[in-house]
């Protein structure tokens, strides 16, 4: 039997938690936990906003979502005996949703609070909930699929030296200075207003709210990463910058499409997590990490025998040509696929949430043919329950409902 190392109460809200959370990366964000190597341990995580998305059919929620809170964090857990020039390894063992909480979310966020992938096209918020049961994913927004989740922790990862948070800090303020007006803005700087900073209180809180990196990129620490072959069977190798390591895990996903393209496209969900931590003492000096790699387990994955690809390359939808550009040509590719599925019924908006959910597999096929990259986006047949190939009868169209919008 795995013990619960950190427990979360949905009830309560991410301030009043048994256990401290955090949702700023400092490394003077103190310990919550300690374990050994080799050790097993479960791990409980609010979904990562808090709580601020609920299971009803109204999105005002997604749009006036306060992202100045996110990502709630359960750790820093401290592994006794790592050091800086170590890499942790963990394996991931198990995951899933909180017993009596067997649902999750899926957004498309407004342009004017983050917005998405393809936000210019999609600029307004929408929801879909999800019933998460027996490893199985639907949605009454999202009628006619049904697939397996391929679940992951979409932030994990180990703090930050105070040399790497200041060269992040600095990186990204010159990058978002460089166009200081832009919605969606290139990222995010640290912020006060929301920062929650463990067991700190007074001035050492205050500091880490001043300084502490937003956690929505992920970094040289690993942290919002969203890979969704980080599944069960994975072992992630994290490159040690601080004693003890310090790992924080949360913004689990019960299911997410490569991309996790409208930003909130996961399925979110609160849940819980087994894990087992070891040292390969110097192992980052060794092979000269300085980022995090990780083992997958092909065999841990969803199954699907049949996909439909749909095809992208770097020009983008006013016919401007661009320079083995892979974003453009994965825009184009998942702009390929909303406008083909559309054609049974669904509206656009639906199916940008489905690709962001379910499992599809996006690819770079080809990085070197001037000018154009090319990418593929390929969804699983039968996550449908209706053919979606193309055949000489053409699409059968029907009425399909709609997501949540703002009401």
Not at 186 to 203: D, H, K, M, Q
Not at 280 to 305: C, S, T, V, W
Request: charged share 20%; proline share 7%.
């Amino acid at each position: 039997m795995i013990k619960t190392l950190i427990s979360v109460d949905l009830s309560k809200s991410p301030t009043e938690q048994p256990t401290p959370l955090h949702n700023r990366w400092h490394p003077d964000i103190p310990a919550v936990a300690t374990v050994n190597p080799g050790d097993s341990f479960r791990v409980e995580c609010l979904d990562w906003t808090g709580g601020q998305i609920k299971n009803n059919d109204n999105a005002r929620d997604i749009q006036d979502v306060d992202l100045s809170q996110v990502h709630y964090l359960s750790g820093p857990i401290a592994v006794t005996g790592a050091e800086p020039g170590d890499l942790l390894v963990v394996d991931i063992i198990d995951l899933g949703p909180l017993p009596g909480h067997e649902w999750g979310y899926t957004g498309i966020f407004a342009k004017q609070n983050g917005g998405g992938f393809l936000v210019d096209y999609f600029p307004d918020a929408h929801k879909a909930i999800w019933d998460l049961k027996d490893g199985y994913a639907s949605s009454r927004h999202i009628p006619g699929v049904t697939f397996l989740g391929m679940s992951h922790p979409g932030t994990i990862g180990v703090a930050p030296s105070h040399e790497m948070l200041k060269v992040w800090n600095k990186r990204e303020a010159e990058l978002i200075n460089s166009a200081p007006n832009r919605v969606p803005p290139y990222g995010w700087l640290p912020e006060e207003r929301g920062a929650l900073a463990g067991s700190l209180t007074g001035a050492a809180a205050q500091r880490v709210a001043k300084e502490g990196a937003r956690t929505v990129p992920g970094r040289e620490n690993g942290g919002n990463t969203d890979v969704v072959t980080k599944t069960r069977s994975s072992r992630l190798y994290f490159p040690v910058q601080v004693k003890d390591a310090l790992l924080s895990i949360g913004d689990l996903h019960y299911s997410q499409g490569d991309g996790e393209i409208s930003f909130c496209g996961g399925i979110e969900m609160a849940g819980w997590i087994s894990l087992k931590v070891d040292i390969i003492k110097q192992g980052a000096r060794m092979y000269e990490l300085n980022q995090g790699i990780f083992r997958k387990d092909k065999h841990a994955a969803p199954q699907y025998p049949e996909y439909l690809a749909f095809e992208g390359i770097s020009v983008d939808a006013a016919g401007k040509q661009h320079y083995l550009d892979a974003t453009i040509a994965y825009q184009q590719a998942c702009l390929h696929a909303i406008n083909y599925l559309k054609k049974f019924g669904y509206t656009g908006e639906q199916i940008y949430t489905l690709l962001s959910a379910a499992p599809v597999e996006g690819r770079i096929n080809g990085i070197v043919d001037a000018p154009n990259a090319f990418v593929s986006l390929a969804v699983p047949t039968g996550i449908f329950d209706f053919d979606i190939q193309p055949n000489k009868n053409g699409p059968v169209s029907a009425k399909r409902g709609q997501i949540c919008c703002v009401k």
